[in-house]
């Protein structure tokens, strides 16, 4: 092996490695990614179209931090000498106008995983102000504009490509009114622009536009389906792995054929009984060791019979598990048969698909606030179990940070509920699957798996 291979090979395994506080080293290495593209989104459409609500509405969706919006507008040239003299003569719709190279490089700055500053446009001056504004790189950007679909250089940059359809008389409507109020403008300057200019560029230029977007949006931020269609694909596209991006403490077990094969088995309606608990029980097991491997450990060294010394740890000794009845009763074999003698509690939660929960049974270990809690459920769907099973344990003086959640599948939706209230606990998983149906099943799921495992099922 070369050294710069070398190099390289160790740079990874450093990043891959993290010293945690309490000094001991952890290797998430299996269970990290490495990040990927950004998913990145054109809208474009006419002038007033709503093409800024219509973004906005997708980035209160996908839950904010991680989708920056780039604007268009923010690209314009300043204009100065004659052309601001003349500026009822400038065409503001014209591609042109804009320095669509600066927008090009900026994209790329960001989608490379590089913070940019975006320039600021002053529609009063109709100039750029000296300061841009900070954009850090994210794993969505929304690039916003009448003509952002005009430019193939631009509409390459995109995974999807979204036209928002307003009504023409709206659109002169709402842009008379924002004109006038923000833009300090007169009502006879605004309808010559729009019939000198406006219109015949929005013509020429952005509703040929319209032929290259993947999704058309009638009624522009009226039309709450179309969003949520948007929404949804995005979510499908980033995946499992962008979770686990927004929340560090999520950690999907790296995936193998032999674990998709037993997730084949346990989620095909087909399988026996038999066959369920036996392959569900195989996948717990390696869900159990690798939440064992998020615990801390001391090092030791030890003297093997060569006589040489081995640089060991040592595994942490204050450890129980707590089951939620009665699915997470099917991990508690796995955790015994690694962690000798644990005390194991339990949890009876009642309630059904997005309705609240009730706590109706616990029995725990008495000094279970001075333990590190594997928590055991293999389904996490809405989340509300697992919400109300943590707060539990939380008011019994468990420290959040003490707490592993370890669980076979799970909902995103479960995800965002739990990590978003209780964001130092971890949560163990093998697989992140789509989405929740309307009982708030998991999605493709594997169906009630207490009554697979159990055999209280009708089959
Ligand atoms: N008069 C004037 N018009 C400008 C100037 N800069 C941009 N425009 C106009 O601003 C429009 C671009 O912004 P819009 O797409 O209408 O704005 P928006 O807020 O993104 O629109 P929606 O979100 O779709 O409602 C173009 O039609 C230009 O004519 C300027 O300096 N002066
Ligand atoms: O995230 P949630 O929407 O709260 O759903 C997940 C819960 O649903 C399942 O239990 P269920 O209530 O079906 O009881 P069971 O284990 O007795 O089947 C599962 O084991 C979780 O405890
Ligand atoms: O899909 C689901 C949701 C909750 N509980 C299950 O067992 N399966």
């Given at each position: 092996?070369?050294?710069?291979?070398?190099?390289?090979?160790?740079?990874?395994?450093?990043?891959?490695?993290?010293?945690q506080?309490?000094?001991s080293?952890?290797?998430?290495?299996?269970?990290?990614?490495?990040?990927k593209?950004?998913?990145?989104?054109g809208?474009?459409?006419?002038?007033?179209?709503?093409?800024?609500?219509?973004?906005?509405?997708?980035?209160?969706q996908?839950?904010?931090?991680?989708?920056?919006l780039?604007?268009?507008d923010?690209?314009?040239?300043?204009?100065?000498?004659?052309k601001?003299e003349?500026?009822?003569?400038?065409?503001?719709?014209?591609?042109?106008?804009f320095?669509?190279?600066?927008?090009?490089?900026?994209?790329?700055?960001?989608?490379?995983?590089?913070a940019?500053?975006?320039?600021?446009?002053?529609?009063k001056?109709?100039k750029?102000?000296?300061?841009g504004?900070?954009?850090?790189p994210s794993?969505?950007?929304?690039?916003?504009?009448?003509?952002?679909?005009?430019?193939?250089r631009?509409?390459?940059?995109?995974?999807?490509?979204?036209?928002?359809?307003t009504?023409?008389?709206l659109?002169?409507?709402?842009?008379?009114?924002?004109?006038?109020?923000e833009?300090?403008?007169?009502?006879?300057?605004?309808?010559?622009?729009?019939?000198?200019?406006?219109?015949?560029s929005?013509?020429?230029?952005?509703?040929?536009?319209?032929?290259?977007?993947?999704?058309?949006?009638?009624?522009?931020?009226?039309n709450?389906?179309?969003?949520?269609?948007?929404v949804?694909?995005?979510r499908t596209?980033?995946?499992?792995?962008?979770?686990c991006?927004?929340?560090?403490?999520?950690?999907?077990?790296?995936?193998?054929?032999?674990?998709?094969?037993?997730?084949?088995?346990?989620?095909?309606?087909?399988?026996?009984?038999?066959?369920?608990?036996f392959?569900?029980d195989r996948?717990?097991?390696?869900?159990?060791?690798?939440?064992?491997?998020?615990?801390?450990?001391?090092e030791?060294q030890?003297?093997?019979?060569?006589?040489s010394?081995?640089?060991?740890?040592?595994?942490?000794?204050?450890?129980?598990?707590?089951?939620?009845?009665?699915?997470?009763?099917?991990?508690?074999?796995?955790?015994?048969?690694?962690?000798?003698?644990?005390?194991?509690?339990?949890?009876?939660i009642?309630?059904?698909?997005?309705?609240?929960?009730?706590?109706?049974?616990?029995?725990?270990?008495?000094?279970?606030?001075?333990?590190?809690?594997?928590?055991?459920?293999?389904?996490?769907?809405?989340?509300?179990?697992a919400?109300?099973?943590?707060?539990?344990?939380?008011s019994?003086?468990?420290?959040?940070?003490?707490?592993i959640?370890?669980n076979?599948?799970?909902?995103?939706?479960?995800?965002?509920?739990?990590c978003?209230?209780?964001?130092?606990?971890?949560?163990?998983?093998?697989?992140?699957?789509?989405?929740?149906?309307?009982?708030a099943?998991?999605?493709?799921?594997?169906?009630?798996?207490a009554?697979?495992?159990?055999g209280?099922?009708?089959?």
């Amino acid at each position: 092996m070369d050294s710069e291979t070398l190099n390289t090979l160790t740079d990874g395994i450093k990043r891959h490695l993290s010293v945690q506080s309490n000094g001991s080293v952890s290797s998430p290495s299996s269970t990290r990614h490495i990040p990927k593209e950004p998913f990145i989104i054109g809208v474009a459409g006419g002038t007033a179209s709503g093409k800024t609500t219509v973004c906005n509405m997708i980035i209160s969706q996908l839950h904010d931090q991680r989708v920056v919006l780039v604007n268009q507008d923010s690209f314009y040239h300043s204009l100065s000498g004659e052309k601001l003299e003349k500026v009822h003569e400038y065409n503001f719709d014209h591609p042109d106008s804009f320095n669509t190279d600066l927008l090009l490089s900026c994209m790329e700055e960001l989608k490379n995983g590089r913070a940019v500053s975006i320039p600021n446009y002053d529609f009063k001056t109709h100039k750029r102000t000296d300061h841009g504004r900070q954009v850090n790189p994210s794993d969505v950007i929304i690039v916003e504009g009448i003509l952002v679909l005009h430019d193939a250089r631009v509409r390459d940059l995109m995974n999807m490509r979204v036209f928002v359809d307003t009504d023409s008389d709206l659109r002169l409507a709402r842009r008379i009114q924002r004109d006038t109020v923000e833009r300090g403008r007169n009502i006879q300057n605004v309808l010559d622009q729009y019939a000198r200019f406006v219109k015949p560029s929005f013509e020429e230029f952005i509703l040929p536009s319209k032929k290259f977007a993947d999704i058309i949006i009638p009624r522009g931020a009226d039309n709450d389906v179309a969003i949520d269609l948007i929404v949804q694909h995005i979510r499908t596209k980033l995946g499992q792995h962008d979770l686990c991006k927004i929340y560090p403490n999520v950690f999907v077990i790296s995936s193998t054929f032999q674990i998709r094969g037993m997730h084949t088995l346990i989620r095909d309606v087909n399988t026996t009984k038999h066959d369920f608990v036996f392959y569900a029980d195989r996948l717990i097991r390696l869900v159990v060791e690798h939440g064992l491997g998020h615990l801390p450990f001391t090092e030791r060294q030890i003297t093997t019979p060569t006589g040489s010394v081995y640089p060991g740890v040592v595994f942490c000794k204050r450890l129980c598990g707590v089951s939620i009845i009665r699915s997470g009763e099917s991990m508690e074999n796995a955790l015994r048969a690694c962690c000798k003698g644990i005390k194991i509690g339990k949890i009876l939660i009642h309630g059904e698909g997005n309705n609240g929960r009730q706590l109706i049974y616990e029995k725990l270990p008495a000094d279970i606030s001075s333990r590190q809690v594997l928590l055991l459920d293999p389904v996490l769907a809405s989340g509300n179990s697992a919400v109300k099973a943590i707060s539990l344990l939380l008011s019994k003086g468990v420290p959040e940070c003490n707490i592993i959640f370890l669980n076979l599948i799970a909902a995103p939706q479960g995800i965002h509920a739990v990590c978003k209230k209780f964001p130092k606990l971890k949560i163990v998983t093998s697989e992140i699957d789509e989405t929740l149906d309307k009982d708030a099943r998991v999605i493709p799921g594997m169906g009630e798996f207490a009554d697979r495992y159990f055999g209280t099922d009708s089959n």
